[in-house]
């Protein structure tokens, strides 16, 4: 069983900065990174849609954001350590969120990289909030 756990939300200053981290752990083979084709980050804020955030193609050539979050948040990986990380920068009160990460075994289409249908695993969240 595969499992994604999502760490490093928590409660910064408008202008500040984070880094979620979302680690892949399970048996065999299906506990790495490398057997995901994509995947990316979402977040949901109470009263709203689960939205996309960035993804990523795990073996390269693609990287995609939100209007949103381009320029202030980049998305990255580390074969090694099994983690997929996204580095957050000038958080803004609007970026307080439940904050997920996703995984699907195939190569989701560029158009719908951002559309939470398209991804199988998830893991449990991680709150960020953005207030002074």
């Known amino acids: 069983e595969v499992q994604l756990v999502e760490s490093g939300g928590g409660l910064v200053q408008p202008g500040g900065s984070l880094r979620l981290s979302c680690a892949v752990s399970g048996s065999g083979y299906t506990g790495k990174l490398g057997w995901f084709e994509t995947m990316g980050w979402f977040r949901q804020a109470p009263g709203k849609e689960r939205e996309g955030v960035a993804s990523i193609y795990i073996r390269g050539g693609r990287i995609s954001y939100a209007e949103s979050v381009k320029g202030r948040f980049t998305i990255s990986q580390d074969n090694a350590k099994n983690t997929l990380y996204l580095q957050m920068n000038t958080l803004k009160p609007e970026d307080t969120a439940m904050y997920y990460c996703?995984?699907?075994?195939?190569?989701?289409?560029?158009?719908?990289?951002?559309?939470?249908?398209?991804?199988?695993?998830w893991g449990q969240g991680t709150q960020v909030t953005v207030s002074s």
């Open positions: 996703a995984a699907a075994d195939r190569l989701v289409p560029p158009n719908s990289l951002l559309r939470s249908d398209e991804y199988k695993f």
